[in-house]
């Protein structure tokens, strides 16, 4: 009777606790659209300045160099943070809200970064403390973290299965935990989710990607996931090159934390006033892109996907940083649109097996890769997405492609 009713307390406290992510998630993406509409929309109707993006980014990457100066380069990638969690099964949290800033300005300045770097990082800490400070489930302050992160990703990608999925799927083998674990990942995701979605609905806010539309095909037509899914690769080599040779630059130039935040601020300036459609994360533009991609053209959609692969990788190096899971998604979609229009092929088609295939060569794992693009294509195309996730998963990037820490 007593670990019944330990077990039910600790459920209870896994839903409260993905309650609590909910709200963190929430306030921190109000805070940054917030920023964003202050920076982009208001300022630039009052002050007309035809280098505008230039000198906001410029300014932006200064103050985020000096904040990094003085707190420490974070927030850490999504990857360290996942790693320290299964290693250690704690995060540490003496500077979450040092973090909080970190991850906070890149975005505002519109720094071609997503923001689940930044919450990961914060919200585990904060799951680590949580654990710390229930005496009650010392033993359980590992499994808090697991699952605070869980709930962390299946809430800002709009995707709890994703959520689940993501931070256990091995490199090798996807491996579940057992059924009684399940149900508190379940219960703290779901608790997240719920929370997120009733602040938005009772502050009238609409967020999320807007998903393609499904299209009737013909068998014929999905020859064409071959040399689409073989384009979203070669897409994944290039961004693995591009993250090479800027992290050789950020090793060189590692001792200067200001310099390097303020050059990628200036670089971001200039690809912004080039190509305004490379920053931000690229969430808010893939409407853009689907409902223009004629006018845009198939050359600029693919010379737009590359540059956005390259600055990506320059923001992320120089310490304006950031998840890359958007503009990687951003990215794939504008390459499969530019292909649409080369085959004169369904564009939710062409963009599926793009960007399934870019993803999942970034991210190896094709079920985590699948439950998160489904937020976006409809269920039509999940086999064209397996398809192309396997095969994004199992064809290797050439190791001259790959920088040391992978």
């Not at 590992?142 to 931070?167: K, N, Q, V």
């Not at 971001?268 to 893939?286: D, K």
């Not at 990215?331 to 530019?338: D, E, F």
């Amino acid at each position: 009777m007593k670990k019944l009713k330990n077990n039910l307390l600790f459920l209870l406290y896994t839903a409260v606790l993905g309650a609590i992510v909910g709200v963190i998630i929430w306030t921190f993406l109000r805070l940054m659209n917030l920023g964003i509409e202050l920076f982009w929309d208001f300022l630039p109707s009052q002050i007309s300045l035809p280098v505008y993006p230039l000198l906001i980014c410029t300014l932006g990457g200064l103050l985020t160099g000096i904040w990094k100066r003085k707190f420490g380069d974070y927030p850490e990638e999504l990857s360290a943070v996942l790693g320290s969690v299964k290693k250690t099964g704690r995060y540490k949290y003496s500077n979450v809200f040092s973090t909080i800033v970190s991850a906070l300005l890149p975005l505002i300045i519109g720094a071609s970064v997503g923001p689940e770097a930044g919450l990961t990082g914060i919200i585990a800490g904060l799951c680590t403390w949580v654990g710390d400070k229930l005496k009650r489930f010392r033993r359980e302050v590992e499994e808090l973290t697991e699952i605070g992160l869980s709930a962390t990703l299946g809430t800002i990608f709009r995707s709890p299965m994703f959520g689940f999925m993501e931070p256990i799927e091995a490199d090798e083998e996807a491996v579940l935990p057992k059924a009684s674990k399940i149900v508190l990942y379940f219960a703290a995701i779901l608790s997240s989710f719920g929370v997120f979605i009733l602040l938005n609905r009772l502050f009238g806010i609409e967020v999320g990607i807007e998903g393609m539309e499904a299209e009737s095909l013909s068998p014929l037509t999905y020859m064409y996931a071959i040399p689409l899914t073989i384009a979203g690769i070669a897409g994944g080599w290039l961004f693995f090159l591009f993250e090479k040779l800027t992290a050789a630059l950020k090793n060189k130039f590692s001792k200067y934390t200001v310099l390097r935040a303020t050059t990628g601020g200036v670089l971001l300036g200039i690809f912004g006033m080039l190509l305004p459609l490379t920053m931000f994360s690229g969430e808010s533009q893939i409407t853009q892109v689907t409902e223009n991609m004629k006018a845009i053209g198939a050359g600029m959609l693919i010379l737009i996907a590359v540059a956005k692969l390259l600055l990506t990788n320059i923001c992320i190096e120089s310490g304006l940083k950031g998840g890359h899971f958007f503009p990687v998604i951003f990215c794939g979609i504008c390459i499969g649109c530019a292909l649409s229009l080369v085959f004169n092929v369904s564009a939710t088609l062409c963009a599926a097996a793009a960007t399934t295939a870019l993803v999942g060569h970034t991210l190896k794992k094709p079920i985590a890769t699948v439950l998160l693009l489904m937020i976006i294509f409809p269920p039509g195309m999940i086999p064209i997405m397996l398809f192309s996730a396997i095969a994004a998963r199992f064809i290797p990037t050439p190791k001259f492609l790959l920088s040391k820490n992978k």
